[in-house]
T-cell receptor
Framework: GENVEQHPSTLSVQEGDSAVIKCTYS??????FPWYKQELGKGPQLIID?????GEKKDQRIAVTLNKTAKHFSLHITETQPEDSAVYFC???????????FGTGTRLLVSP | NAGVTQTPKFRVLKTGQSMTLLCAQD?????MYWYRQDPGMGLRLIHY???????AKGEVPDGYNVSRLKKQNFLLGLESAAPSQTSVYFC??????????????FGPGTRLTVT
C-alpha cells in the first residue's frame, strides 16, 4: 500500500539553528503534502502545506520544498526557538482523495 | 467555535469490554476521520466518512465499527476490546474538496488502555 517514510525520528538542535525533516512518498498520484505539528498532550495542527503544482512554499520561519520527480518533500525551520520543540508529521494525499497517509513523526528538541 | 471535541479523554477497559468514542465538530465539515496513534507508527486511519450516513474503511479497520448518523458526529465503537487496541485515538474533520482545502482539523485525542 501507499506509505510515507520520514527521517530523522529525533532531531536535537540549538536555539537559532536550522532544522530539516525529510519525507519520501510512494503514491505517484499524491498531490497534497501537509506538515503537522503535535505538542505534548494535544492533537496535530497543520503548520504548512504544499500542492503538487508548486515546488516551494514559505511562511515566515517555515518552508516546505517538493521534488515530485524524486517523490521527496522536506520541512525547513530556520532560527529555531524552544517553542518549536514538538513532534512533526509529514503526510501525503492518497489517490487524489481527501485521505492522508502520515509519516512516523520526528521529535524535534530545541535547546536554549 | 469549539472545533473538534472528543469524549472521553481517558478510558481504561478490560479485555472483552465494549465502548464508544464520540467525536463532534461544529465547523459543518463533510468529512470526518478516526485515527489511532501508536509510538513509532505515526497516525493510521481506522475509518472515515464522506458525509452523513456514509462510512468507509481505512488502513486498520479490524476490531472497530463506526457510525455517522448526524453530520456533526462520528462515533467509533469497540465491540470486544483487546490489548492491541491500547492507543491514543484522534478524530479529525475537513471540508469538501471543492474548496481545494484538504486541511484536517484534529481533536485533542482519547487515551485508551485495554488491560
Amino acid at each position: 500500500g501507499e506509505n510515507v517514510e520520514q527521517h530523522p525520528s529525533t532531531l536535537s538542535v540549538q536555539e537559532g539553528d536550522s532544522a530539516v525533516i525529510k519525507c519520501t512518498y510512494s503514491d505517484s498520484a499524491s498531490n497534497y503534502f501537509p506538515w503537522y505539528k503535535q505538542e505534548l498532550g494535544k492533537g496535530p495542527q497543520l503548520i504548512i502545506d504544499i500542492r503538487s503544482n508548486v515546488g516551494e512554499k514559505k511562511d515566515q520561519r517555515i518552508a516546505v520544498t517538493l521534488n515530485k520527480t524524486a517523490k521527496h518533500f522536506s520541512l525547513h525551520i530556520t532560527e529555531t526557538q524552544p517553542e518549536d520543540s514538538a513532534v512533526y508529521f509529514c503526510a501525503a494525499s492518497i489517490g487524489g482523495f481527501q485521505k492522508l497517509v502520515f509519516g512516523t513523526g520526528t521529535r524535534l528538541l530545541v535547546s536554549p | 467555535n469549539a472545533g473538534v471535541t472528543q469524549t472521553p479523554k481517558f478510558r481504561v477497559l478490560k479485555t472483552g469490554q465494549s465502548m464508544t468514542l464520540l467525536c463532534a465538530q461544529d465547523m459543518n465539515h463533510e468529512y470526518m476521520y478516526w485515527y489511532r496513534q501508536d509510538p513509532g507508527m505515526g497516525l493510521r486511519l481506522i475509518h472515515y466518512s464522506v458525509g452523513e450516513g456514509t462510512t468507509a474503511k481505512g488502513e486498520v479497520p479490524d476490531g472497530y465499527n463506526v457510525s455517522r448518523l448526524k453530520k456533526q458526529n462520528f462515533l467509533l465503537g469497540l465491540e470486544s476490546a483487546a490489548p492491541s487496541q491500547t492507543s491514543v485515538y484522534f478524530c479529525a474533520s475537513s471540508r469538501l474538496r471543492l474548496a481545494v482545502d484538504y486541511e484536517q482539523y484534529f481533536g485533542p485525542g482519547t487515551r485508551l488502555t485495554v488491560t
